[in-house]
């Protein structure tokens, strides 16, 4: 069996290819095509070219697992933080206008190695057919035909906080308002709304808080040998605003230059790390008005 590295099946961030959603899935195409001009951190994607070769047999080629462990250990090299990637997908109909799949299909964080990135990425193809995810596609009148998903790996952002904002109001659907979202540790817990959040309301067109809710925050989310795990928030913490007012603005003027430059209301997902942001995601809000 031929195991040479397939690096046709690799797409870094940022190159050509990555701004193709039929390669890489809406999901990465978003953050291929800001990747030069923003914070999003260093990745590629294992390409949905690569999902449709390979899932006949159900797991990925030799020559596959060694174009992935390739990329990895060229993506970790000079890291600080020990090698540390999240794994996630980017199905090809995923992050549209219409539905966003968060949550539906598998996340891995604070993955660690070559084999274990491999893995991560055979259980992302396997998460497409889950029964969660093929419920969801039925709740919004979507195809489960022809299936392809690509996988985004890219070095960890372990944050001291995190979380999402929308360039309009998801709920009410105010095109004035942006909506910040935002707790201590990683942001997977702000998208799965398993811990209490801080909420502020901007105006969008000078900035202004119109309306702040620091909210009582008792756990949050860390990275772990084997992941992640949830832990108490340190007392000093709990009541104390999980963004200050700079991190708050630069977050909204973040949130409102996307909406411009992408030409439609965004969501985003965020991280801040020693003083330094991170834009982790990027997708249009869907018409059903929720992240989820």
């Known amino acids: 069996m031929d195991q040479r590295p397939d690096l046709a099946s690799i797409v870094w961030l940022g190159d050509r290819e990555s701004l193709d959603p039929a390669v890489v899935g809406p999901k990465a195409a978003h953050l291929g095509a800001l990747a030069a001009a923003h914070a999003v951190p260093a990745g590629f994607c294992v390409s949905a070219h690569a999902f449709r070769a390979h899932r006949q047999g159900g797991r990925p080629s030799a020559a596959l697992r060694a174009a992935v462990a390739e990329a990895y250990e060229r993506l970790v090299r000079g890291d600080d933080q020990g090698g540390y990637v999240a794994v996630r997908s980017s199905a090809v109909d995923e992050d549209g206008a219409e539905a966003s799949f968060a949550g539906q299909h598998d996340t891995a964080l604070n993955v660690r190695g070559a084999d274990a990135v491999v893995a991560a990425v055979e259980a992302t193809w396997a998460s497409l057919r889950s029964e969660a995810a093929l419920a969801y596609r039925r709740d919004h009148d979507l195809s489960d035909e022809d299936l392809a998903l690509a996988v985004l790996v890219q070095r960890m952002v372990w944050a001291d906080a995190a979380g999402v904002a929308f360039s309009v109001d998801p709920i009410g659907g105010a095109d004035d308002t942006i909506v910040v979202t935002a707790a201590w540790g990683l942001g997977e817990s702000v998208v799965a709304g398993t811990v209490t959040a801080d909420t502020w309301r ?22 772990s040998e084997d992941g992640t795990r949830e832990v108490n928030v340190p007392r000093f913490l709990r009541e104390r605003a999980a963004l200050d007012d ?21 969501d985003i997902e965020f991280a801040w790390r020693d003083d330094r942001l991170a834009l982790l995601q990027c997708r249009p809000v869907t018409r059903a008005g929720t992240h989820a």
């Not at 969008?204 to 119109?210: F, T």
């Not at 700079?246 to 965004?266: C, D, K, M, S, Y």
């Open 202 to 223: 901007l105006a969008k067109d000078d900035l202004r808080v119109l309306e702040a809710s620091v909210a009582d925050k008792e756990r949050m989310v860390i990275p």
């Open 246 to 266: 700079a991190q708050l603005r630069t977050v909204a003027e973040l949130t409102r230059e996307l909406e411009r430059e992408r030409g439609w209301p965004v």
